[in-house]
């Protein structure tokens, strides 16, 4: 690096820093997928219990 050039600071943004993926989908949808599971678990086993 030359000691003309004008060094820029890096500038992150939050999702950036997590290590998220930016295109990907959150786990959200998957761990209410999940709850409804458990839900739909729990109501099969007092019914026959």
């Known amino acids: ?3 003309n050039e004008i060094r820029k ?3 992150f943004s939050g999702e ?3 290590g998220r ?3 990907g989908s959150s786990l959200v ?3 209410v997928v999940g709850l ?3 839900a739909i ?3 099969a086993v ?3 219990v």
Do not use: H, K, R, T
Request: aromatic share 8%; glycine share 4%; no cysteine.
């Open 1 to 3: 690096m030359d000691q």
């Open 21 to 23: 993926d930016v295109e």
């Open 36 to 38: 409804i599971l458990i």
């Open 41 to 43: 678990g729990y109501a």
């Open 46 to 48: 007092m019914i026959f």
């Open 9 to 11: 600071p890096l500038v």
């Open 29 to 31: 949808p998957m761990l």
């Open 16 to 18: 950036n820093v997590s």
